[in-house]
């Protein structure tokens, strides 16, 4: 769940990180917003999708 597996992955479009590129100069301050910013939306999305779908998961295992 590293940003940088996404990135090489292709997860994470391009055109998003053309806005860190563009807009944020100094490389230091980028890679450190970068970092903040994917790992906020990977919590985001364990919550939201991961945890619900085991969830699931385990109530239709509950059923067999």
Same mark, same amino acid.
């Given at each position: 769940?590293?940003?940088? =597996?996404?990135?090489?992955?292709? $997860?994470?479009?391009? #055109?998003? !990180? $053309?806005?860190? =590129?563009?807009?944020?100069? #100094?490389?230091? *301050? ?8 994917? +790992? !906020?939306?990977?919590? +985001?999305? #364990? !919550? *939201? ?6 969830? $699931?998961?385990?109530?239709?295992? +509950?059923?067999?």
């Amino acid at each position: 769940s590293h940003p940088g =597996y996404l990135l090489i992955h292709h $997860l994470v479009l391009s #055109d998003l !990180t $053309l806005i860190f =590129y563009n807009y944020i100069k #100094d490389k230091k *301050l980028r890679f450190s917003l970068f970092l903040k910013f994917f +790992s !906020t939306l990977m919590s +985001s999305i #364990d !919550t *939201l999708i991961w945890s619900r779908r085991a969830s $699931l998961i385990k109530q239709w295992e +509950s059923t067999l």
